[in-house]
């Protein structure tokens, strides 16, 4: 396994981050159910967080550490890291010569449609660091060209080979679900993300889906690994990021994404993403300052 794999194929990349010692965040164009970043740190980067998707990556430079399930892990150049949705974990550099990486942050969704699995199975992959070179190559060709879109021919194929992999790699899958608890969890599931930005009631899902609260939470958790009130505050604080890096500010953010101020907000992204707004904000506006900069000059 190559020590560094920092000339991995960036494909416009290099003109959004001159500087390779600023700590920073590049964010990809939004895709559906889909989230791509480049991060690059020194020392510790992110507190204890969880996310509502699968975190899946490669490292491409430095040692990649982090507490996930009761243990410290260490990623190297070229190794994957596979993290549950909803599993608590921080990350930072292991060493002092910094660390860089691509994520990639896949809906559960996605996964269930792709692998056609009627009875609601995600696949659970145990060890959270792994050497594959095929699945390494499968991460690249996606978290390659992170500053221009995806086209869908593409997307499908490549969620195909990463589902795959994924299932290849569980040691222990969920228990499958029946087809009407699997019914009821998606149209709960499509009514929050079409309602984030607003308060919705038990009462509303319990309509929608036929089922009662309590029975909703169980199968909706069973299916997504998640909660439909973590569901939808993720979709909240999803599209309160974009608004950070397109330079908004936070307090505005704040009641735009439905949060009942702006210290309810900070307490929400923190426990997300590991990072107050604040350090978002002067992680990623940099990289989007630069990219805009470089897009005017080709254009």
Not at 83 to 111: F, K, Q, V, W
């Amino acid at each position: 396994m190559p020590d560094d794999l920092s000339t991995a194929p960036s494909q416009g990349l290099g003109r959004l981050c001159a500087n390779e010692g600023d700590n920073r965040i590049i964010s990809a164009p939004a895709l559906a159910g889909i989230e791509r970043i480049e991060a690059r740190f020194s020392g510790n980067a992110f507190d204890m967080h969880r996310h509502d998707t699968y975190a899946i990556g490669v490292t491409l430079h430095g040692i990649q550490t982090f507490r996930y399930r009761g243990r410290t892990r260490h990623s190297a150049p070229g190794q994957i890291i596979v993290l549950h949705p909803d599993e608590l974990h921080d990350g930072g550099a292991g060493t002092e010569d910094g660390l860089r990486y691509r994520m990639l942050y896949l809906e559960p969704s996605l996964l269930l449609e792709c692998l056609g699995n009627e009875g609601g199975v995600l696949p659970f992959v145990d060890e959270a660091v792994l050497s594959d070179n095929a699945l390494s190559a499968t991460l690249l060709s996606a978290l390659g060209p992170l500053d221009r879109a995806l086209d869908e021919l593409f997307i499908d194929d490549f969620v195909t080979q990463l589902a795959r992999s994924l299932s290849r790699h569980s040691g222990r899958p969920a228990q499958p679900v029946g087809k009407p608890a699997l019914r009821a969890a998606s149209l709960a599931r499509d009514f929050l993300d079409a309602n984030a930005m607003r308060v919705v009631r038990s009462e509303e899902l319990e309509a929608v889906t036929g089922l009662d609260r309590y029975a909703l939470s169980r199968h909706f958790r069973a299916v997504f690994s998640t909660s439909p009130h973590r569901f939808l505050l993720m979709r909240r604080l999803q599209s309160a990021r974009r608004m950070i890096e397109t330079g908004e500010p936070l307090a505005e953010i704040a009641v735009t994404a439905g949060f009942s101020d702006q210290s309810h907000f900070n307490r929400q992204f923190k426990k997300a993403y590991g990072l107050t707004p604040g350090r978002w904000s002067a992680l990623t506006r940099p990289a989007f300052a630069e990219g805009l900069i470089a897009r005017r000059q080709s254009a």
